[in-house]
């Protein structure tokens, strides 16, 4: 079972940033994802990265707001968090897939998830 450990989440004010970090061994060789899930809903498809960080995909409503990147040396993808919105409120998770797939939004695509990391967004 891969061990996959977000950090970064917290408490920040609208129109805020944050960071968001995920740790994976293995990491070269795998499709990452970024998905979150209020309570009681569905979970949602956020962003992804292919394993040498030369494509991205994003769900629509947060381009040009939200980043996603990697730095396999570190065995790190991040979510760079900009212009926060309070809709943007809820736990994210990371998650991953070994091997040389095209990039995918759906969740059952992915094997392995992390715990997730809680983003607040309040005045």
């Known amino acids: 079972q891969v061990q996959l450990v977000e950090s970064g989440g917290g408490l920040v004010q609208p129109g805020g940033s944050l960071r968001l970090s995920c740790v994976v061994s293995?990491?070269?060789?795998?499709?990452m994802g970024w998905f979150r899930q209020a309570p009681g809903k569905e979970r949602e498809f956020v962003a992804s990265?292919?394993?040498?960080?030369?494509?991205?995909l994003y769900v629509e409503s947060v381009m040009g707001r939200l980043a996603v990147s990697r730095e396999n040396a570190k065995n790190t993808v991040y979510l760079q968090m900009n212009s926060l919105k309070p809709e943007d409120r809820t736990n994210y998770c990371c998650?991953?897939?070994?091997?040389?797939?095209?990039?995918?939004?759906?969740?059952?695509?992915?094997?392995?998830w992390g715990q997730g990391t809680k983003v607040t967004v309040s005045s």
């Open positions: 998650t991953a897939r070994a091997g040389g797939y095209n990039l995918q939004d759906r969740a059952s695509f992915y094997v392995s």
């Open positions: 293995g990491f070269d060789n795998y499709v």
């Open positions: 990265i292919d394993r040498r960080g030369l494509r991205v």
